[in-house]
């Protein structure tokens, strides 16, 4: 099998992935996200099956950024695009663009992923996984770094949510693409009405798994101007699952 630089799939929006407005649903962009590094990973000899057989461990996504020029529409055609960057000594970085069927560019992100050892639940250090690695694409779909997400003023408590088994993926913890879901059920169907996503970047700081409680957050004292944040948090331990940042168009 050939090892590519670039991977590239095709998705066609269908009703299981589009909101009520019918557009992509930001939860399915973050699967498809999801779906194409796991291919791409297993052209490069790293896929999650093979590492977790061989030497039980697997990726984890830590953060990311999305920029969204527009989000596609139901049945409309889309290609994902992904590569990675050298790696560092932790983390993995992977970029992706999206294009529409005439292949202009209408979304972009960057990503940072860490192997974890499964049975230890802890990190891993990159270069015990040479990997088959092309040359690398010097090229990224949004330049410069992702910045700290923070609270602006007062937060206000939303709702709380207990993970159960159909929140849990493959890895034992909540999925990333979940977490967009719960983001998203932060504000009411009115909300999702008057705005659409410019921006989204999100920070993973600790695993959820089946049981654990999230109490859900949000600082909308800077909506005038077109942000937003969102946190997810243990009452009980002081924990933090999550934090998110979202600009509004």
């Given at each position: 099998?050939?090892?590519?630089?670039v991977?590239?799939?095709?998705?066609?929006?269908?009703?299981?992935?589009?909101d009520?407005?019918?557009?992509?649903k930001?939860?399915?962009?973050f699967?498809?996200f999801?779906d194409?590094?796991?291919?791409?990973?297993?052209?490069?000899?790293?896929?999650?099956?093979s590492?977790?057989?061989?030497?039980?461990?697997?990726w984890?996504?830590?953060k990311?950024l999305?920029?969204m020029?527009r989000?596609?529409?139901l049945?409309?055609e889309i290609?994902?695009?992904?590569?990675?960057?050298e790696?560092?000594?932790l983390?993995f970085?992977r970029?992706?663009?999206?294009?529409d069927?005439e292949?202009?560019v209408i979304g972009?992100?960057i990503?940072?992923?860490?192997?974890?050892?499964?049975?230890?639940r802890?990190?891993?250090?990159?270069?015990?996984?040479?990997?088959?690695f092309p040359?690398?694409?010097p090229v990224r779909?949004?330049?410069g770094r992702?910045?700290k997400?923070?609270?602006?003023g007062?937060?206000q408590?939303v709702?709380?949510?207990?993970?159960?088994?159909s929140d849990?993926?493959?890895?034992g913890?909540?999925n990333n693409?979940k977490?967009?879901d719960?983001?998203?059920?932060?504000f009411?169907?009115e909300r999702h009405?008057?705005y659409?996503?410019?921006?989204?970047?999100?920070?993973?700081?600790?695993?959820?798994l089946?049981g654990?409680?999230i109490?859900f957050y949000?600082?909308?004292?800077?909506l005038?101007e077109?942000t937003?944040?969102?946190e997810?948090?243990?009452d009980?331990?002081?924990?933090?699952?999550?934090?998110a940042?979202?600009?509004?168009k």
């Amino acid at each position: 099998m050939e090892v590519l630089s670039v991977y590239k799939k095709k998705y066609i929006v269908d009703y299981g992935n589009a909101d009520y407005y019918k557009k992509l649903k930001i939860s399915a962009l973050f699967n498809y996200f999801q779906d194409v590094a796991s291919l791409h990973a297993e052209n490069l000899g790293l896929g999650v099956e093979s590492l977790q057989e061989n030497q039980g461990v697997t990726w984890v996504l830590v953060k990311i950024l999305v920029q969204m020029d527009r989000f596609p529409n139901l049945n409309e055609e889309i290609t994902v695009e992904t590569w990675p960057q050298e790696p560092k000594k932790l983390e993995f970085e992977r970029d992706f663009i999206v294009r529409d069927i005439e292949g202009n560019v209408i979304g972009r992100a960057i990503s940072s992923w860490v192997i974890m050892d499964i049975e230890a639940r802890e990190i891993r250090k990159t270069e015990l996984f040479p990997g088959r690695f092309p040359p690398f694409n010097p090229v990224r779909a949004i330049e410069g770094r992702m910045g700290k997400i923070k609270a602006s003023g007062q937060l206000q408590q939303v709702y709380q949510k207990v993970i159960g088994y159909s929140d849990i993926d493959i890895n034992g913890h909540l999925n990333n693409s979940k977490y967009i879901d719960y983001i998203t059920d932060c504000f009411s169907m009115e909300r999702h009405g008057q705005y659409t996503v410019d921006t989204i970047q999100v920070s993973y700081v600790s695993e959820a798994l089946a049981g654990d409680k999230i109490t859900f957050y949000k600082d909308i004292s800077t909506l005038g101007e077109g942000t937003v944040y969102v946190e997810g948090v243990d009452d009980e331990d002081g924990k933090t699952y999550f934090k998110a940042c979202i600009t509004l168009k």
